[in-house]
């Protein structure tokens, strides 16, 4: 394994850290112990002992993530805890007492006396920043359980978008940042450029889920990321800057860590393996989807809130051109049908009612405004249905 200094933490941290949503039996309803299945908890810590095996000791979880804190609390205790970094997240409520009371919680559930990492979880969103950073908000109850022992560090985690997040690292109140950024979608780099300047930890979330489902990558893919696999190669690309600290690894079982530590006898050889690749990849997209389509088609886009229905339109076409590009059709129809869910990640709407929509003020600064439109109907077409 290989370890990154994670920012002002001054934590030596492992490439890749063991996130928590996976291998919990439940992923969002919580339960009694005696509720859990024996199998699935011996999983769980069988996973566990396997991270750590392998130099994986950042171990990652989430208030909201099931029973994910309990079934940890069943194993964290009895491991050395000088040797571990443990994580958890719990989301900024309005009231600063309810976010105290779900701290709490968690580390009742964890077992533990004190957390390594507390991330206010979900910063998605200007009232969730002002939940966070307004006097005696959640982040004074954080900066609480600091000085009493409870709590080493504070970061945040989020979906929201690049402007956002940067407004948020810009304050200058947090230790570290958990955020999306990965081939598929780097619109983040410059959210990551700012935490390097304010010396923050950078851990990314989902790389091989939301980063593009690669755990069960089309055979296009697989043959333009050869000879690595898309999430060997993802892995790689993200983890050759220095700016990225860790990957999250969303495990199920002890064997989901084999494919990604191939990485680490690549990563002294990553300006020598990737650009092959990344030409190919490239080189793929622009036969599919045309040169200046590829070059252009993000500049002058609107906000969906700057959208009549709001519709999403940058989401929208991204994923229409993952989906031609590189046959990545299964991923884009799930991410695709979350704007029906009021995703965080994705919010605004669908191009199912594109046509009700008159959408030349909002694109008038788009070198593609006459031609957006109906491919947002092709989008919507290929995606809301699979056909």
Known sequence: MQYRRFGRTELAMPVFSCGG????YTEYEELAQE????????NLEVT????????INHIETARMYGTSEMQLGAILPKLPREKIIVQTKVAPTPAPEDFRRLCEKSLALLKLDYIDLLALHGINSDQQLEYSICPDGCLDVARQLQAEGKVKFIGFSTHAPTDLIIKTIETNQFDYVNLHWYYINQFNWLAIEAATRHDMGVFIISPSDKGGMLYKPPQKLVELCYPLSPMVFNDLFCLRHPQVHTLSLGASKPSDFDEHLKV?????????????I??????EAIATLGE???????IGLPTYQETPGQINIPIILWLRNLALAYDMFEYAIRRY???YNADPWFPGCTAERVREFDLSHCLRHS??????????????RLLVSGC
């Open 21 to 24: 949503m996976r291998y919990q």
């Open 35 to 42: 509720k859990i299945p024996d199998e699935n908890q011996r």
């Open 48 to 55: 566990i002992h396997r991270s750590l095996e392998v130099g």
């Open 292 to 298: 200046d389509w590829y070059n252009t088609w993000h």
């Open 337 to 339: 049908n979350h704007l």
């Open 264 to 276: 680490i006898e690549l990563l002294d050889r990553a300006d020598e393996i990737l650009p092959p």
């Open 278 to 283: 990344l030409n190919r990849l490239e080189k």
């Open 367 to 380: 070198p593609h405004a006459d031609k957006i439109p109906a491919l947002l109907e092709d989008a919507h």
